[in-house]
T-cell receptor, first 111, second 113 residues
Framework: DVKVTQSSRYLVKRTGEKVFLECVQD?????MFWYRQDPGLGLRLIYF???????EKGDIPEGYSVSREKKERFSLILESASTNQTSMYLC??????????FGSGTRLTVV | GDSVTQMEGPVTLSEEAFLTINCTYT??????LFWYVQYPGEGLQLLLK?????DKGSNKGFEATYRKETTSFHLEKGSVQVSDSAVYFC????????????FGSGTRLLVRP
């Protein structure tokens, strides 16, 4: 089975801090994704990457950036965390098909 | 743009009841359609999928049929169990962006013993 591992289950950060969320997948998938999950809104795509060093904006990229230096690792960066970025963040990966494999999520609280 | 609309929850049922969670979509052409399930404290897992009109996806007693004429992909199960309590997400993958998933807002299911 594909394993997608997110480095933290829970994080608490202060407003203005720079925050790194890390995601690693072990199936050599080309595509990796970062979503945020909010009640009543489902999952919304923040950024995705289809290859090393390649990235594209999703539906809600404002306030976020990403890094993909190696195929297996995809990092989400909050340059200056704000309280409206308090959310559950989910990482996913996929090969040619859109069958995404998801990590368990990181619940981020910005205070 | 493409979108997915799900019935709002929570849906509360007794064990062994019949389940329907409605899902309709808006998309160009023939997207692929999916149901994902999220158990408490976990990420999303693919439950079932259908890639063309009239296909039926099925898994673990759950079924959904791709209805092009009504742009729907309703999730059904004949007899739910307490262990089915979770959040269910309907999603589509557009024809022109096959790697991309567009999710509905999710429906929480609570099954009581």
């Amino acid at each position: 089975d594909v394993k997608v591992t997110q480095s933290s289950r829970y994080l608490v950060k202060r407003t203005g801090e720079k925050v790194f969320l890390e995601c690693v997948q072990d199936m050599d998938h080309e595509n990796m994704f970062w979503y945020r999950q909010d009640p009543g809104l489902g999952l919304r795509l923040i950024y995705f990457s289809y290859d090393v060093k390649m990235k594209e904006k999703g539906d809600i990229p404002e306030g976020y950036s990403v890094s993909r230096e190696k195929k297996e690792r995809f990092s989400l960066i909050l340059e200056s965390a704000s309280t409206n970025q308090t959310s559950m963040y989910l990482c996913a990966s996929s090969g040619d098909s859109p069958r995404n494999a998801f990590g368990s999520g990181t619940r981020l609280t910005v205070v | 743009g493409d979108s997915v609309t799900q019935m709002e929850g929570p849906v509360t049922l007794s064990e062994e009841a019949f389940l329907t969670i409605n899902c309709t979509y808006t998309a160009t052409g023939y997207p692929s359609l999916f149901w994902y399930v999220q158990y408490p404290g976990e990420g999303l897992q693919l439950l079932l999928k259908a890639t063309k009109a009239d296909d039926k996806g099925s898994n673990k007693g759950f079924e959904a049929t791709y209805r092009k004429e009504t742009t729907s992909f309703h999730l059904e199960k004949g007899s739910v169990q307490v262990s089915d309590s979770a959040v269910y997400f309907c999603a589509l993958s557009p024809m022109d962006s096959s790697y991309k998933l567009i999710f509905g807002s999710g429906t929480r299911l609570l099954v009581r013993p």
